[in-house]
């Protein structure tokens, strides 16, 4: 079949964002996830999983940045924390600036800022199960942010 022959000569790229978890991560966004270099969180963050994050947008790899600018752009997701994982499925867009020094943000919404990594996300800050979330409470917890983009 062409489809599949055109599908899995597909160029996959990756990426790795290591954060920490925070006393004040509450995870009861319904429509954004983030993750942020910065290293400290308010009430208001209650889509923020994790700071003292590796890298922001800017920070991503080259090859990252431009393939999730690239049509039909996939993005899988991985946070992994401890014995967990949580996995969530976006789209990249050409309009992407992938600039902001501090923050990457994945949205369920077609919204595009410097902070948007990824758009119209299958789940958001409020889908991940609660266990995880309680983890992410402890400074002392790691976590990774595994990205994909085909």
Known sequence: MVTESILSARRVVKDV???????????????TIEVTTEDHLTERGDCIIGVSASKGCAGLDAR?????KGFGAM???RILVDDF????????????ELSHPCDIVVRKSEFIS???LAVRA???SKDIPKP???????PAIAGRLEIEVS
């Open 114 to 116: 410097d902070r948007t």
């Open 17 to 31: 964002v290591l954060f920490s978890g925070h006393p004040m991560v509450r995870s009861t966004h319904p429509t």
């Open 75 to 77: 993005v899988t997701l």
């Open 64 to 68: 990252v940045k431009n393939a999730l």
């Open 122 to 124: 299958n789940a958001a």
């Open 85 to 96: 994982s949580f996995e969530l499925k976006a789209e990249g867009d050409p309009r992407l």
């Open 132 to 138: 995880m979330v309680h983890l992410l409470r402890n």
